[in-house]
């Protein structure tokens, strides 16, 4: 299982990707709003999403799990 962690404190604004979607290194899963800004939080490697772990609204800090992915490998 890959963990895919917020760099920053943030608001939730945007699922982008669900359960089951298959992402590509760098494809954005969910996007962070801080300090007015839009930040994606990107798959650090090719798989297939498991698990979304916030929902919009979330306050996530740095760190935070906000997704599980699957490799290649399950």
Sequence with gaps: MIEVKA???GVVIRVDAGPGT???EDQPIVTLESMKMELPVPAPRPGRV???RVQVG???Q???VVALLEDEAG
């Design 22 to 24: 298959e992402v590509a």
């Design 50 to 52: 498991r698990e979304i």
């Design 58 to 60: 979330d306050v996530v």
């Design 7 to 9: 760099m920053m404190v």
């Design 62 to 64: 740095e760190g935070d």
